[in-house]
């Protein structure tokens, strides 16, 4: 396999965080049959280029956000097996919840409108957010780009910061709503690390 490349233009360090948590994972994996990986084994896959980037924004309608785009130039998906906070899909796997996962994306339409949070409640991130402030009418229109431990990773084009970046959520059933993150880079960082023991 090719070593995985940084984009000249990088402004996250993916390859970084990924080959620190990696080892880790494997490491911690519960492997059922011979032979055992290699401990510094690289989970992810070769990078994509940007113009199959562009592709498949153009099949989906939409530009992803940039540190979502820079992540798949360094790995098309990541940790296909499932031991450490994934799998992320590969971009020709990503898709709209609604079509992906119909049942999960109609859970917004159960919720009882009264429950909505404020903005004060709501635009709350890191370890002073509660699971349960959840925006549920967003559910339908997130990006699905992966999945673990019965929840989704989502990315939700309807919260955007100034430089592009969408909200990102891992949503699951026993959080009673989704963790939430300002960017896709901010929510890999906070599972990862919180897998893995990293700082």
Do not use: K
Not at 148 to 154: M, N, Q, T
């Amino acid at each position: 396999m090719n070593a995985p490349r940084v984009p000249e233009d990088a402004h996250y360090p993916w390859l970084d965080l990924l080959r620190r948590v990696g080892p880790v994972a494997v490491e911690r994996a519960s492997w059922d049959a011979p032979p055992q990986p290699d401990p510094g084994s690289w989970l992810g896959s070769p990078g994509v280029a940007e113009s199959e980037i562009v592709q498949h924004e153009q099949r989906l309608g939409v530009r992803l956000p940039p540190s979502y785009r820079e992540f798949l130039r360094v790995t098309n998906g990541w940790d296909g097996d499932g031991i450490a906070c994934g799998p992320l899909l590969p971009i020709e796997g990503i898709g709209w919840l609604r079509d992906l996962d119909p049942h999960l994306a109609d859970m917004g339409l159960s919720q009882d409108e009264g429950l909505r949070p404020s903005d004060e409640d709501y635009f709350v991130y890191g370890d002073d957010q509660h699971t349960y402030h959840v925006r549920w009418e967003y559910v339908s229109d997130t990006l699905q780009i992966g999945e673990y431990d019965a929840g989704a990773y989502l990315l939700n084009p309807h919260i955007t910061t100034p430089d592009g970046e969408w909200e990102a959520w891992y949503i699951a059933p026993w959080l009673a709503g989704a963790e939430r993150c300002r960017s896709f880079w901010d929510l890999m960082n906070s599972q990862l690390q919180e897998y893995s023991g990293t700082p």
